[in-house]
C-alpha cells in the first residue's frame, strides 16, 4: 500500500470514528497499524527455534519455522512450560511472538520469570477454539515469527471443525516462514500437523522423608515424537526439572533456570 492509499485510508477511518461519540480507536495520525514484521528483525526462515535440550533433539535441532508442531498433553503434562520456553527463546532472541491463550493460562509474571519479554509478546484471548483458529491465522498473516495456540483442556467446539481449517492455518504458517505450535489435550489438527508430539502427565519428585515435610524437587515428564513429516519415529526423551534449592513456592514449571537432563 502506497502511504498516499495508507494516509486516505486512515482519513476514512477518522471520519467513520468521530460519528461515534467516546471512540478513541485510531484518533491522530500518529495512531498508526504496523505489522510485527515491521517492527522487529525475522530470523532466517530455515533456522529452528531452539527450545529444551530434550525437545530440540526430537527435533533435531528445535521448533521448525514455516510448520505446525502440535503438542499433545493433558494435565500438568508440561505442556504449557514448553510453550513459555518457546516464547522465551523467540521474545529474548528479539522477535515478536503471540499468545492464543483459549483457557487464560498464562500467569505473566510466571512468563517473566521464565524468560519471556512481555513487552515483544502479543497475549490474545478468545472464548472458543473457532476464534482462537481465527485469530492464529491473523497473526501469522500479520507477521509474528512465533504463534503459540494453547487451546485449554476442553476446547469448545474444536471437534467439529472441518479439516481444511488445520490445513489452512499449516499453509499460513508455511508462507509467513513462522513457527506455530499448537498445544491440545488430544489429536486434532489430522494430517495439517507436519510434526505431533506427546506429553505424558509429569511425576513429582519429592525430597524428605519423616516428620520433615517434604519439599517439591522436581517433576518429570515424558515427550514422545509420534509425527515428523510423513514418518512415525516413535522416539522419547524423559524431561527432568529440578528447581534450584527444592523450595515449594517455585512456581512448577519455571524451566528457565533449571537444571534439566535427559535420557532416551
Do not use: C
Not at 98 to 123: I, M, N, R
Not at 232 to 259: D, E, M, V, Y
Amino acid at each position: 500500500m502506497t502511504t498516499a492509499a495508507a494516509l486516505r485510508l486512515e482519513e476514512i477511518l477518522e471520519k467513520a470514528l468521530a460519528a461515534k461519540p467516546g471512540s478513541r480507536l485510531l484518533a491522530g495520525l500518529g495512531a498508526r497499524v504496523s505489522v510485527a514484521s515491521a517492527l522487529l528483525p525475522r530470523a532466517e526462515p530455515g533456522e529452528p527455534l531452539a527450545i529444551l535440550e530434550p525437545l530440540d533433539r526430537l527435533l533435531a535441532g528445535g521448533l521448525p519455522k514455516g510448520k505446525l508442531t502440535e503438542l499433545v498433553g493433558r494435565r500438568s503434562s508440561g505442556r504449557f512450560a514448553i510453550a513459555l520456553e518457546a516464547l522465551a527463546s523467540a521474545t529474548s532472541s528479539g522477535e515478536a511472538a503471540a499468545l492464543v491463550d483459549l483457557d487464560g493460562h498464562l500467569d505473566p509474571q510466571g512468563a517473566a520469570a521464565a524468560g519471556v519479554d512481555l513487552e515483544k509478546l502479543l497475549w490474545v484471548r478468545p472464548r472458543r477454539a473457532r476464534e482462537a483458529l481465527a485469530s492464529a491465522e491473523i497473526l501469522l498473516a500479520t507477521g509474528f515469527a512465533l504463534v503459540v495456540v494453547d487451546l485449554g483442556l476442553f476446547p469448545r467446539g474444536a471437534r467439529y471443525l472441518p479439516d481444511a481449517v488445520w490445513v489452512r492455518l499449516a499453509r499460513a504458517a508455511q508462507s509467513r516462514a513462522a513457527a506455530l505450535l499448537l498445544l491440545t489435550p488430544w489429536r486434532v489438527s489430522g494430517i495439517a500437523a507436519e510434526i505431533v508430539l506427546t506429553a505424558e502427565h509429569a511425576r513429582s519428585q519429592w525430597h524428605g522423608a519423616g516428620k520433615t515435610p517434604p519439599l517439591l524437587r522436581g517433576i518429570s515428564s515424558k515427550l514422545t515424537l509420534q509425527k515428523y513429516g510423513r514418518l512415525t519415529p516413535g522416539n522419547s526423551k524423559s524431561l527432568h526439572l529440578s528447581f534450584p534449592g527444592s523450595a515449594p513456592t517455585i512456581p512448577l514449571f519455571t524451566t528457565h533456570n533449571s537444571q534439566i537432563t535427559t535420557s532416551s
